[in-house]
Nanobody
Framework: VQLQASGGGLVQAGGSLRLSCGGS????????LGWFRQAPGKEREFVAA???????YYTNSVKGRFTISRDNARNTVYLQMNSLKPEDTAVYYC??????????????????WGQGTLVTVSS
């Protein structure tokens, strides 16, 4: 399984970006996929994910601003990010859990990782 994250870039505070995560080697339909981010000098942290029941779950700091979604026809999962803040600046990673019931917020639950895409939000 290979995951490819894309869509990062430089945006002003208050702006929007949409990240994409494409998969090869397996379908992402109903996949237990999540987004994480890592800011410089900080640990990788959970952002959003599909749960085992295919509902969505977000960290508190992005609730109401970010949306995780799927396009099964394109075998792609998206992270729509609105009202971006400078503190959202990080490298964003998509990741896949083989065990859908694993803890969605923990990095150790994920077996496959994309290469990351950089999001920079200027103030």
């Amino acid at each position: 399984v290979q995951l490819q994250a894309s869509g990062g870039g430089l945006v002003q505070a208050g702006g929007s970006l949409r990240l994409s995560c494409g998969g090869s080697g397996r379908t992402l339909r109903s996949a237990a996929l999540g987004w994480f981010r890592q800011a410089p000098g900080k640990e990788r942290e959970f952002v959003a994910a599909f749960t085992w029941s295919d509902s969505t779950y977000y960290t508190n700091s992005v609730k109401g601003r970010f949306t995780i979604s799927r396009d099964n026809a394109r075998n792609t999962v998206y992270l729509q990010m609105n009202s971006l803040k400078p503190e959202d600046t990080a490298v964003y990673y998509c990741a896949l859990r083989r065990r859908g019931t694993a803890e969605v917020t923990s990095t150790i639950s994920y077996d496959y990782w994309g290469q990351g895409t950089l999001v920079t939000v200027s103030s």
